[in-house]
T-cell receptor, first 113, second 112 residues
Framework: DAKTTQPTSMDCAEGRAANLPCNHSTISGNEYVYWYRQIHSQGPQYIIHGLKNNETNEMASLIITEDRKSSTLILPHATLRDTAVYYCIVRATTRGGSEKLVFGKGTKLTVNP | DTGVSQNPRHKITKRGQNVTFRCDPISEHNRLYWYRQTLGQGPEFLTYFQNEAQLEKSRLLSDRFSAERPKGSFSTLEIQRTEQGDSAMYLC??????????FGSGTRLTVV
């Protein structure tokens, strides 16, 4: 499974953009990059995913470098409710043909007023 | 679409007792996953179903753990002879395709 590396924690001011980096230097050509977040005492929430093109949805933007060895999740206007642990995940495919998500420890993002 | 439902939300049990958790996925989601999460760690994969077939089991899923998904709908996760190390949040997720998984709120197990 491709591994990901994220900073342990980050801070962001409310209303500013939050840029969360992730390194995945061993990613394979057919592996997607997923971002999830987990607010305290809740299950992880899907944010966005991509293969090689930049992606944007109503929650965030995902910027993937051309060599695909790293990516950045951008929350354009962070709010206090965006305080959470953010997980960058490279989706693995097991030999049985199933797909599982391998979570690391993620980045604890704190949005400050 | 009511989301992924997990019951109970909390369970306290004595060491050595058996416990069973239930997960109701989003209807028509053929993929169902179980994860375990301990304090300060990310979720760890336990097992995966496609319809009623259990296609993958983690080494974390010892012989005291068993999961079923009869008829490809809801799923149960049973832990026999619970140990204090089993204390964790047990999360269920479902998806119609291998992407954009939807997680439930989890069952928090405390073994005393």
């Amino acid at each position: 499974d491709a591994k990901t590396t994220q900073p342990t924690s980050m801070d962001c001011a409310e209303g500013r953009a939050a840029n969360l980096p992730c390194n995945h230097s061993t990613i394979s050509g057919n592996e997607y990059v997923y971002w999830y977040r987990q607010i305290h005492s809740q299950g992880p929430q899907y944010i966005i995913h991509g293969l090689k093109n930049n992606e944007t949805n109503e929650m965030a933007s995902l910027i993937i470098t051309e060599d695909r060895k790293s990516s950045t999740l951008i929350l354009p206007h962070a709010t206090l409710r965006d305080t959470a642990v953010y997980y960058c995940i490279v989706r693995a495919t097991t030999r049985g043909g199933s797909e599982k998500l391998v979570f690391g420890k993620g980045t604890k993002l704190t949005v400050n007023p | 679409d009511t989301g992924v439902s997990q019951n109970p939300r909390h369970k306290i049990t004595k060491r050595g007792q058996n416990v069973t958790f239930r997960c109701d996925p989003i209807s028509e989601h053929n993929r169902l996953y179980w994860y375990r999460q301990t304090l300060g760690q990310g979720p760890e994969f336990l097992t995966y179903f496609q319809n009623e077939a259990q296609l993958e089991k983690s080494r974390l899923l010892s012989d005291r753990f068993s999961a079923e998904r009869p008829k490809g709908s809801f799923s149960t996760l049973e832990i026999q002879r619970t140990e204090q190390g089993d204390s964790a949040m047990y999360l269920c997720a479902s998806s119609p395709l291998p992407r954009s998984y939807t997680f439930g709120s989890g069952t928090r197990l405390t073994v005393v």
